[in-house]
């Protein structure tokens, strides 16, 4: 089997085969370096995992999207809670146990999921995390610990598809890169599910790579389609990869000889993409399906919206949002932030060798032949300059949702490199010490960052026991579900329900243009209680204070100004429930 692209059959794009080279078949030379490859590979892994699960139940949700996700986490964990009972309560019965009385039970069921509700639309992402507190209870780091294990798992897949597109050795860095990521790291260790999604767009490209290199095998583009349609149900960005899973779908088959096998695969294969994607979405609407038809029989309704029913409105919001072109300055900034303007100028460096080797010498030899620039534009360099182009120009600003271009530039630069690497240059010895240095450089400045991530730490945990010491409760609105999560996970049950309110303002409130001692001026009535800190740096306080409406330019330049002792604050109010916020509440990032 080949080791990248190299395997596409000769006739299956025009004739255009590549040419394959003899490979010295030395079986002891080749197990070992089968080994030594396996080895890194593994090293890289444990590295990732040590990365992301580093003191992960002290990892800290910082952003009122994260608790609202985790909130409708919990509201999962009831509904699946409840499925297993259901299950549970009639094998006892038919074991010789109890009666199990459906109506009461349902009765129960429903009160308690309408209690815990669900309201954004990330679905799939709950029922895992919904899982995890099945066994966990309530926990704060239980959409972190689900976060790291997709990111250690997009790892493993990002090294399948680099694998496919440009051979084993670039499929290495792609890995590594991605392992020893800043940006990377710090999103797997939030409760924005970003990595899950990310796992599963990435699988679907590594199928539809796989699709290329083993010619007239529809089914993988099945399985394509199947799997992006998963990474929808996770995220609903992953919608801005359709365009370029359609664009490397046309441009393959474009290349294709005769023009009835290009046809029969554009058409034949595009239906069968379509027809997996509906299959993951019919799987995502049906999952409630069973427990509606169970509640209309006690003449009660579902308490939580189906897949689309939650979907749909964000689908017409972010399609009616203004285009702006500085959205293309977003990613540049932030991962320059996250792994430093040194690691990216490094990269980019060796990315210039490597084009620059490419056209002087051609394409970089591969174990089975030659890699295939053609293909590797149209499912790596092109699907990710759309995918960044998309998540830029158009939609909401949220800085994670860049997370699914991550894959495509990393496969790309790792190809890149590889060709200055095995480039038969006279300078071949410097240019490989120029990239072992660049490398270098790049891991030694992202470390700087992943360092600054890991020593993040909430403030809520000491607001949630303050809380619990003078017997408040959390007030109502947006601004205090973080409080809500802590006191919900400190009380292992509901939170307590005391006669005096406690609001507490964070650096959620910067994306909205106000510090945290700011906010108390949109109330009336109210009373400051008292103040504490959060451990944060740079890297939390530009990502969670970014503006997401309007022109990203102006935002990012407010996000860089913003003074991070101010924004680290954690103030707390004593609310009057009389009184309401003075113009219209906000609840997070649409």
Known sequence: MGEGLSALLPGALGGRGMRHEPVPRNVPCGALLTATHYSVLTAILIGAAVLRFWDIPHAGIFGMDEARYLLDSYGKSVELRGIFGLFAGKWAEMRGGPSFELAPYLTRLHAEMTDAGVFFPKTLFYYFVGATMLATGFVTWAGAFVESLFGVLGVVAAYVFARRAAGRNAALMAAFLIAFSCFHVYNSRTAYPQTMPMF?????????????????????????????????????????????????????????????????????????????????????????????????????????????????????????????????????????????????????????????????????????????????????????????????????????????????????????????????????????????????????????????????????????????????????????????????????????????????????????????????????????????????????????GIEFYGDPLPALLRAHRLDLVRASRIMTYQMFPAEELRGDSFGGTP
């Open 200 to 544: 599963f767009a990435t699988i679907a490209f590594a199928c539809q790579v796989r699709w290329a290199s083993r010619a007239g095998r529809l089914r993988w583009l099945f399985a394509a389609g199947f799997f992006l349609g998963v990474a929808f149900w996770g995220g609903y960005q992953a919608a801005a990869l359709v365009a370029p899973a359609a664009l490397a779908h046309t441009l393959l088959c474009a290349r294709m000889r005769p023009a009835a096998q290009a046809f029969r695969c554009f058409w034949g294969g595009g239906l069968l993409y379509v027809a997996g994607f509906l299959l993951a979405m019919g799987l995502a609407e049906a999952t409630s399906y069973p427990l509606i038809l169970l509640f209309r029989s006690q003449c009660l309704g579902y308490p939580h919206p189906t897949f689309l029913e939650v979907n749909f409105p964000r689908w017409m919001y972010h399609g009616s949002q203004p285009a702006h072109l500085s959205g293309l300055l977003v990613l540049p900034y932030f991962l320059g932030l996250y792994e430093g303007y040194g690691a990216l100028c490094a990269l980019l460096f060796l990315a210039g060798m490597g084009a620059w080797a490419w056209s002087r010498h051609g394409a970089p030899a591969l174990r089975s032949g030659r890699a295939d620039g053609y293909v590797l534009l149209a499912l790596v360099a092109l699907p990710g300059i759309v995918a960044y182009a998309t998540f830029a120009v158009k939609g909401v600003l949220v800085v994670r949702a860049y997370l699914y271009a991550l894959p495509f530039f990393v496969t790309a630069i790792a190809a890149l490199t590889m060709a200055a690497w095995e480039s038969p240059s006279p300078m071949r010895a410097a240019s490989r010490i120029v990239i072992a240095t660049g490398l270098a450089l790049a891991a030694i400045s992202s470390s700087f960052g992943i360092r600054e991530v890991l020593q993040m730490r909430s403030g809520y945990p000491s607001v949630a026991a303050y809380c619990m010491e003078i017997g408040a409760r959390p007030a109502p609105g947006p601004d205090s579900l973080i409080l809500e999560c802590y006191l919900r996970a400190a009380a292992a049950s509901s939170p307590p329900d005391g006669a005096m309110e406690l609001a507490a303002y964070d650096l959620s409130e910067l994306c909205v243009s106000l510090y945290p001692d700011e906010v108390a001026a949109r109330r009336r009535a109210s009373a400051f209680r008292k103040e504490f800190r959060q451990s944060v740096g740079r890297l939390l306080v530009e990502t969670e």
